[in-house]
């Protein structure tokens, strides 16, 4: 059910991002999603990869500080009120969103979005529950 | 550990100031002789050698300070004719003119005995292979512990600065077990290694004699943690001679024996020049008794300690200094408030996830000063999570506003962002001065 995110602390400094996506494109590492977190000093970069390993294998060897999280691919409808019927039932349930983020999908008619919890297997008994549909890893790393 | 010279290192105090005063007139004399300098310093003071009957004697004597070295640039305050100088060394020089210092033949055999001596208080045996990562050169460093490992009868490894990668090649194969040189510069080896996949555990060190600039306590916490040996303060400079001028004992590791049969410290107060008694903290202020080409009197060294004169577990009988807390030129004033980057360092290094290398950026906003550190971010507490990175910034800052008083923004920079230097760390920038 979980799929790994990989993070990385970026300064905010002109070309900096640049920098990461070059590093990726020349070992050949696809980004399936990602997002920029940030203040006005630095920034966190996470991002889902076709390639967790070597990714983070080039990241660091270049320097870069690289963390690793599990977050949830949720699939969302998409209609009005999609992405509420994912949150209530959390919401109901004290379960707080660290942050989410959206993922270019291009198959499927549903919208797909990474979520991040503190409790992720609290969060997992519920969307079952509530019968939403969780995207395994494998999946998500090769959409 | 054995002592080197046993019956000069536990001989008893009133022998020992029976000869420290013997030496010291005969010092005098000879610099009243000699060096122009020396000789218009006593005349202005309106006193003569003869005048100097006891130790305490001494405070009549005026200060020597780093700029009369520089005036009397290069050569003046030499007390011997060049044809006996057998070497020479200098300082840097970053703020000005560099101070140079010469040796005689008698004085290279005395800094090695002296360093013999601090090898030893360290842990070092004539069994032992010294790793000196210590610069060669007109640092005093390299050449200094080189010399006295010499003497002890070790096996020197004289790889200087530099050419970090090899330098874990060389720890790993040629096995050595004691390793000199500065903190900041074992700590960058340290990271080199980690990244080349060798760990320390693995090495063959029992202890590491580090100095050439100050370290706190939780620096040695952390050094001994990822060198897995015995962290051991070094303290010298070369005005006064050099490294060796005193050493942490193995035994103790608290407070640096100095080696009072070769020269007298007192402590000051920076600001009066009075005279300060044993415990109290103030200014370090050294004269050379033995020192032939280059003697030193009542020289400032701007370092802060104090001393302590209470019997030490190791048997030797030289009062002790605490280690030094910072200089009083290093001495950043913020709005006011005394600030030294040791005490800095020691509130960063007690989270242990914060890497040892840091930076302290001072600047004037609209006539307020700002303090900004730089901190690096490592594996070791970075998170996908802002507010957990905005926490610790938080937390580091309000850790410095209550132990030091004052205001700081904590700026969270990639790794190997802060230069990692092979000699001494560039630890403040302060952008307030022309």
Request: net charge negative.
């Amino acid at each position: 059910m979980r799929v790994e995110q990989i993070s990385i602390f970026l300064e905010n400094k002109a070309g900096r991002l640049a920098e990461v996506t070059a590093i990726l494109r020349d070992a050949n590492v696809n980004i399936r999603a990602l997002s920029l977190a940030d203040t006005t000093d630095f920034g966190i970069l996470r991002l889902i990869v076709n390639d967790n390993q070597t990714a983070e294998e080039v990241l660091r060897r270049e320097g870069f500080t690289v963390g690793k999280t599990n977050v949830l691919a949720i699939e969302v409808e998409d209609v009005p009120g999609g992405l509420n019927n994912v949150l209530d039932p959390l919401t109901s349930a004290g379960i707080n969103v660290e942050y989410m983020y959206a993922f270019a999908n291009t198959k499927g008619n549903n919208a797909i979005m990474i979520f991040r919890f503190h409790d992720l297997d609290k969060a997992i008994s519920i969307l079952k529950d509530n019968s939403i549909k969780v995207i395994k890893g494998e999946d998500v790393y090769n959409l | 550990m054995p002592i080197y010279n046993m019956d000069f290192e536990t001989m008893p105090r009133e022998a020992l100031e029976s000869i420290q005063l013997s030496r010291l007139k005969a010092t005098l004399d000879r610099v009243y002789a000699t060096v122009p300098f020396y000789r218009e310093n006593f005349k202005k003071a309106g006193i003569t050698p003869s005048d100097i009957k006891t130790l305490k004697d001494l405070q009549k004597i005026p200060f020597t300070v780093k700029q009369d070295l520089r005036d009397n640039y290069p050569y003046g305050m030499f007390a011997v004719p060049m044809q006996n100088v057998v070497r020479i060394h200098a300082s840097s020089g970053t703020t000005g003119k560099p101070t140079v210092v010469g040796y005689t033949r008698r004085d290279i055999a005395t800094w090695a005995e002296l360093m013999a001596r601090s090898l030893a208080a360290g842990g070092a045996t004539s069994q032992d292979i010294v790793h000196n990562a210590y610069g060669y050169g007109l640092f005093t460093g390299g050449l200094g512990v080189h010399y006295g490992a010499e003497m002890l009868g070790a096996s020197v490894i004289p790889v200087s600065g530099g050419n970090t990668k090899r330098q874990i090649i060389i720890m790993k194969d040629f096995k050595p077990t004691i390793l000199t040189g500065t903190p900041s510069y074992i700590l960058h080896l340290a990271e080199v290694a980690q990244e080349m996949g060798v760990s320390f555990e693995e090495l063959n060190f029992k202890s590491g004699i580090f100095g050439a600039e100050p370290w706190s306590e939780d620096m040695r916490a952390d050094l001994e943690a990822k060198l897995h040996l015995k962290a051991i303060d070094i303290y010298g400079l070369s005005e006064v001679m050099g490294p060796g001028v005193s050493i942490e004992c193995y035994e103790a590791q608290k407070g640096l024996h100095i080696f009072e049969d070769h020269f007298i410290a007192e402590i000051i107060n920076p600001e009066t020049g009075e005279s300060l008694p044993y415990g109290e903290t103030g200014e370090l202020v050294f004269t050379s008794i033995t020192k032939e080409a280059f003697p030193v009197i009542r020289y400032r060294t701007r370092d802060i300690t104090s001393l302590n004169p209470e019997p030490c577990v190791c048997g030797r009988t030289h009062v002790r200094m605490q280690k030094v807390s910072g200089r009083t030129d290093d001495m950043l004033i913020i709005r006011g408030v005394n600030v030294f980057p040791s005490q800095i360092e020691s509130v960063l290094m007690k989270n242990r996830e914060i890497q040892p290398h840091y930076q302290l950026v001072v600047d004037r906003v609209d006539n307020l000063d700002t303090l900004t550190v730089m901190v690096e971010v490592g594996q070791e507490f970075f998170s996908d999570e802002i507010k957990t990175l905005q926490n610790m910034e938080q937390k580091l800052s309000n850790d410095i506003k209550e132990y030091l008083g004052v205001s700081a923004k904590i700026k969270l920079v990639e790794p190997k962002t802060i230069q990692r230097s092979e000699g001494k760390a560039v630890r403040v920038i302060d952008k307030r001065k022309k």
